[in-house]
């Protein structure tokens, strides 16, 4: 059969096969019309015109519309959709607690290189203040005495700082940047996710001893403890992806390297999603109710402790009987 | 052609390798930079009404920023070109090693990654990975399992429509057959000096070996016209 020939034979099942891919790509009602069997008919039909195209050496433009229809066929046949609120919900549901539970050891080692830091650096400037001075200059600490004062109209910010919603701003953006790096950095054999984690555990705890030591404990828990319930988590969390990024690359253990980073790229991003969630739910908080001076000290601490339950209970316990 | 060439094949379950073009470092700069360009202005067009709402506006403007930075190549690479606008105007585009769409999981972690690959400073690790692979791959790709592509073009369609049918002295095996079409799909983008020349190799199979020429370089084609079929 020469070119001209095969050509000719099968135009009408490529142009066929072509109406139909274009139909599906539009969103009305055309894209209804398409038969499924059909199209897979097609597809294979073509499929076997490509290799037999191949092995005779026919023409590039013959080879390569083939190519292109098959390809493009193949997206259309393969494609996986993953959007949608069922799926948003299966993640919450199921996917995100049973995620963590997977990474069980990656979490406890992240929530110790987290807690470490942050209760000696609190111990040590609780009973030495001007080792502050150490890590902040004495401008900041100054700045973290006014955003904790009695007296502040809302907490946890500097007077000239705005309003909630430009806090809320702020909070989103920072906090799940960091979030999102300290999980990328953990790609270098972990050790940018243990230094994100050491560093914030450090200098929150520095911080939480000098202003205890200042007496404005009150004030500070009363205003870290509520969004702390999601935040906290969700930098743990965050650290422990990134360290099961950087294990994977250190000790593949029976897969490649790159089998391996693959997979743990895979199933640590679901741990990732999550903390997006907490932190977002952070931000809300840390804006909107934290900072709040008019909510009375007992309602602030029975709200945390409920969040801290919550947040606790929902990892440890959620989607315990879905697999 | 093997050691030169950086086609990628990706096998589908149909037992067809599906022939994907890896886009290399200099592409995806260029589709970057455009990429910053946009969140640029994407930035200052939000930035503008929002300036007259105060602080209300500054915290919106900070959630902009934060999606411009981090959502905004996933939001493109999911869409339905599978490509931010600076990778859609270089004609490249994101894919699954397989060839299949990207995933919403595997756009998510190549787009974090990111951060790994701007380490130690401008991309050096991106970089450094790029130029290290055949494929192309910065860190984010290889966790990731994607693959940034080019989108095919069409191949041009043989033309030969006014040139004599001839036979070729002996019969061509395949690989001889490809190159003589080949030779004629590029005829109208050749110079004729580059074609004559181009055809003098391939005199051989009009008879004609060692003769260079425009006549020789008909009758060459003519050898294309016949194995295309035209009779």
């Not at chain 1, 139909?20 to 597809?43: D, F, G, I, P, W």
């Not at chain 1, 230094?195 to 009363?222: D, H, K, M, Q, V």
């Not at chain 2, 006549?215 to 009779?231: C, K, N, S, Y």
Request: charged content about 20%; some cysteine; glycine content about 8%.
């Amino acid at each position: 059969m020469t070119p001209l020939q095969f050509e000719t034979q099968y135009q009408a099942d490529w142009d066929e096969l072509e109406t139909l891919l274009e139909q599906l790509k539009q969103r009305s009602a055309a894209r209804e019309t398409v038969r499924a069997e059909r199209l897979a008919s097609l597809y294979r039909r073509a499929c076997e015109q490509l290799a037999l195209a191949r092995a005779r050496a026919y023409p590039a433009h013959i080879v390569e519309r083939l190519n292109q229809l098959t390809a493009d066929a193949h997206q259309a046949i393969y494609q996986r959709r993953e959007f949608g609120f069922k799926r948003l919900w299966q993640l919450i549901a199921v996917d995100f607690p049973l995620a963590v539970r997977a990474h069980r050891r990656y979490v406890w080692l992240s929530t110790a290189v987290f807690v470490v830091p942050l209760v000696t650096l609190g111990l040590l400037v609780y009973f030495m203040p001007e080792l502050i001075l150490a890590l902040v200059d004495p401008l900041t600490a100054a700045q973290f005495e006014e955003m904790y004062a009695r007296d502040a109209e809302a907490l946890g910010r500097t007077r000239d700082a705005g309003t909630d919603w430009a806090m809320f701003g702020y909070y989103i953006r920072n906090n799940i940047s960091v979030g999102f790096q300290c999980f990328a950095s953990g790609l270098f054999a972990g050790i940018g996710s243990l230094f994100f984690l050491a560093y914030n555990g450090a200098f929150g705890g520095a911080i939480a001893g000098y202003l205890t030591e200042r007496g404005l404990g009150p004030t500070f828990y009363s205003f870290v403890v509520t969004h702390g319930a999601f935040e906290l988590p969700a930098i743990v969390l965050s650290g422990a992806a990134g360290l099961r990024l950087g294990h994977a690359l250190v000790a593949p253990g029976r897969r490649t390297r790159r089998d391996a980073l693959v997979l743990a790229a895979h199933e640590s991003i679901v741990l990732v999603y999550g903390v997006v969630g907490l932190l977002v739910i952070a931000a809300a908080i840390e804006a909107f109710w934290s900072s709040a001076q008019w909510i009375p000290l007992p309602l602030k601490y029975g709200v945390a402790a409920c969040c801290w339950l919550a947040v606790l209970v929902y990892l440890v316990s959620q989607g315990r009987h879905a697999s | 052609m093997e050691t030169l060439d950086t086609v990628v094949s990706a096998e589908t379950p149909e037992g067809i390798a599906i022939e994907l073009r890896p886009a290399g470092l200099g592409a995806r700069c260029f589709a970057y930079l455009i990429d910053q360009l946009v969140r640029f202005v994407i930035l200052y067009a939000v930035a503008l009404p929002l300036s007259f709402t105060g602080r209300f506006g500054y915290g919106i403007l900070l959630i902009v920023m934060f999606l411009l930075a981090w959502i905004y190549p996933v939001v493109f690479e999911l869409s339905r070109w599978g490509a931010t606008p600076g990778k859609r105007l270089l004609g490249i585009k994101v894919v699954m090693d397989n060839g299949l769409p990207i995933t919403p999981a595997a756009s998510l972690t190549r787009n974090l990654l990111r951060t790994a690959d701007f380490l130690p400073a401008l991309y050096g690790s991106g970089i450094v990975s790029m130029l290290l692979r055949r494929d192309f791959k910065r860190l984010g790709d290889i966790a990731a399992n994607t693959l940034v592509v080019y989108q095919p073009e069409a191949a041009p369609k043989v033309a030969l429509e006014n040139v004599e049918p001839r036979p070729p002295v002996r019969p061509l095996d395949p690989q001889e057959q490809a190159t003589i079409i080949g030779l004629a799909a590029r005829a109208s983008r050749l110079t004729p000096e580059r074609m004559d020349e181009l055809a003098a190799l391939a005199a051989w199979v009009t008879g004609d070996a060692g003769r260079s020429g425009p006549d020789v370089t008909r009758r060459v084609l003519g050898v294309a016209q016949w194995l295309l079929g035209r009779r």
